[in-house]
Structures are given as C-alpha cells and as structure tokens.
C-alpha cells in the first residue's frame, strides 16, 4: 500500500514482472487486502490458541498461566507478526511488495472462494452505512501543487537547474503578461511621420530586430517592422514611406492579465514572437515577445539589448542603487528581496502606490522589510530608488 504508484505504472511498462503483479493485485484492493487479512487474522488466532493450549499443557489451566500466554503471544504478535514486518515493509516497500506479490497472487486464486463469501458481508456492511469506496482515485491525478511539492523535495534525483525550469513552468499560470512585458515608456518604436532620413538612421542603430510603428498625434501603433527587410535600404539612404508601408505586418494586441502559459500557447498558434499589451480601453500598456516567456522558464539570455537591461550598482555598505523601471519581480529573484508581487509591478510604481504621490528625492521609507530611499524624480517618475535590506 506504501508503494509509489506512478513508479510501479512505470516499471510495469518496462516489463518489470513483479511490477506488473502489483500492479494487478493493487487494481483489486478489496480482495487484496482480504487475503491479506484472512491469512494475518487465521494466523493471529491459530497462534493464540496453539500458545493457550501449549502454556496450560506445560504449567496447568491457572490464571497466571493464560495471563502470561496471553501476554506472551500478545507481544511476539506485535514484534514479529506486526510492527516489524510493515517498518520493513515501509522502508523498502518495491522490494517487499514485488517479492510477495508472487506469493499474494497464489493465495488470491487460492482463497477466492472464501474471500468472495467474506465480501458479500462486507459489501452489505457498507450498504448499510451508505459507503462506496472508490479504490481507482488512489491514481487519480495529482494536483499542480502537489506537483511542485514532488519536484521541490526531489533533491539528488533532478539536477538543480532542471529543478528550477520545472518550478518555473509551474508559475507560469500565476504569472500574466503584465508581470514580464516591457512598459509603454520603455518600447523603441518607428515614428512613420518623421523623415526617412531619421527613420534610416534609427533602423540602421536599433539593437532590435523588430519595431513598432506609430503614427498620428494619438502615436497609434499601425504596424511592426521587421529591421531585416529594409535595414539594405536605410543603409543606402534608399528608404521611403511606400516601401515601409508593403513590409509592415499588421500588429499583434493581446489583452492585459493574459497568463504567460495562455500566452505562449498564443505564440505559437499565430505563429507570432511579439505581442502588444493593451488595457480594457485599448490603451497600450507594454510589448511582451516570445524570448521574455522563455526567460522566465530557463533565465536570462545573454544576448540582451542595452535598452531592455536594468542594472543594479551594488553600494558600499550593502544595498544597490536600482532604475525606477526595474520589475519587483526581476529584482525579488536577481536580488533575492520579498516585495509584494500583487499590486505594482515596477519598483516605481511600488513607490507611487506607498505614497500615493511622488515623492521628493532623499525620502525614505521602508517596504517589506526594506528600507527604500528616492534618490532622483524626473517627469512624475521615480528614476533611481536606494534600496537596503
């Protein structure tokens, strides 16, 4: 009963055979544990009375003589018959199960007769009180947090890093888009109304392979462009507005709150490695691509542009000097802080929220455990925040 199933289900499908009889006798609970039973309970009595009669046969029918048998075979049962057995048992349950499993299945075809008779009371006890028991969900499926228990206590059995890509596949329901995606103020984009002098020049420095592209004085987003496609032109100074216009592709929008597992699955369905985050009111919010997904399942690539990296300054002392745009949970997991991950999502908004108004640079304050101190404010934004544990 102590064994691992989902071990036996696999070792029965290499073709273990003491596996495959486990697994038979498992798939009949009610008349495995009957045999067992009959066998045990037989013997505990057919002991008891062999041990009364031989007591009295040695030192006569007297009170102290069944008191001491009793007691006698009272405490052999539980070493030997009971408590030992299933502590073995217990701590080398696929040995113990598979040996016996040859025996158990003897006894089975054996004692069907008399275990059949036995069941028939059994099953009208249950009746009477209302009870089915279901021995199939002893293989039911396991639960996703069940799951992430099984891998956190694997220990030796997985690799560190194969531990940690799992457990992260296991977060990817919690985590949504707006937790990874970059913020609208931090997307490079193509102003389709600027100068194809100054469009060339921007495409011919970006350090994407893919941009937006806006237009208008609301900056509506009317297309992505792909650099590779018109990067020979903007180097020759051949781009013009038409031929943007016959490369661009027509924007991906997804909605806000998406779950990133939801979202993946979304990539490749449409075949896309980009999306654009909007609200409930179509308002961009922030541009989540295909490698951020896969960053939160294996970690960070190396081949990240400067304009996406956030860097941390340690401070003398302890501490680090961190962006106002750095996300709480890059900076919980890099820096190995506990903010909240509920509410804000950057640290600038962290600030915003726990003052609700901006606050002056020198202000300090404490979150989480964490003493925080404004160090520079520009355009409504907390720019570089000091944070010691």
Same mark, same amino acid.
């Given at each position: 009963?102590? +064994? ?34 009959? &066998? ?6 057919? @002991?008891? #009375? %062999?041990?009364? %009669? ?26 030997f018959s009971e408590i030992s057995p299933k502590v ?18 003897? %006894? ?56 940690? +890509? ?39 420095? @970006? ?14 987003? +009317? ?7 018109? %990067?020979?032109?903007?180097?020759? &100074? /051949? ?63 190396? @081949? ?22 750095? #996300? ?14 509920? &509410? ?11 003052? /609700? ?33």
């Open positions: 009963m102590s +064994i691992n199933r989902y071990r036996l289900r696999y070792l029965s499908k290499e073709g273990h055979r003491g596996a495959k009889l486990a697994a038979v006798l498992l798939g009949k609970t009610d008349k495995l544990l009957g045999v067992i039973l009959l &066998g045990s309970t037989f013997t505990i009595s057919a @002991s008891t #009375t %062999l041990a009364t %009669l031989i007591a009295v046969r040695l030192f006569g029918a007297g009170e102290w003589t069944l008191t001491f048998s009793t007691l006698a075979i009272t405490f052999t049962i539980l070493v073995i048992a217990a701590a080398y349950p696929e040995r113990i199960a598979f040996a016996a499993s040859y025996v158990l299945v003897v %006894l089975l075809k054996l004692t069907t007769p008399i275990n059949w008779f036995v069941n028939l009371f059994v099953r009208a006890f249950l009746s009477l009180m209302r009870l089915k028991p279901n021995f199939a969900e002893t293989m039911q499926a396991i639960s996703m947090e069940e799951l992430r228990s099984i891998v956190q206590e694997a220990g030796g059995f997985i690799p560190q890093q194969h531990q940690k +890509i799992l457990l992260n596949l296991f977060e990817l329901e919690k985590i949504t888009v707006d937790d990874v995606m970059s913020a609208h103020t931090q997307i490079e984009s193509v102003d389709f109304d600027a100068a194809p002098e100054l469009i060339s020049q921007q495409i011919a420095t @970006s350090h994407h392979t893919r941009l937006p592209v806006r237009s208008g004085q609301n900056e509506e987003v +009317i297309g992505i462009l792909h650099i590779r496609k018109v %990067l020979h032109q903007a180097q020759n &100074g /051949e781009l013009t507005k038409e031929a943007l216009t016959e490369v661009m592709s027509e924007p991906y929008f997804v909605p806000a709150g998406t779950p990133l597992y939801t979202q993946l699955q979304q990539f490749q369905e449409n075949q896309q490695r980009m999306a654009l985050v909007v609200d409930e009111y179509g308002q961009l919010k922030g541009l989540i691509t295909l490698e951020d997904i896969l960053e939160e399942m294996v970690g960070e690539f190396t @081949s990240q542009s400067p304009s996406r990296s956030v860097a941390y300054h340690p401070q003398e002392g302890g501490g680090w000097l961190v962006d106002g745009t750095a #996300t709480l949970r890059d900076m919980n997991r890099k820096l190995g802080l506990n903010f909240p991950l509920d &509410g804000p999502k950057t640290l600038n908004g962290l600030v915003l929220e726990h003052f /609700e108004d901006i606050p002056e640079a020198g202000t300090s304050f404490k979150i989480a455990g964490h003493t925080l101190e404004v160090i520079q404010t520009q355009d409504r934004v907390v720019k570089i925040v000091s944070i010691r544990p």
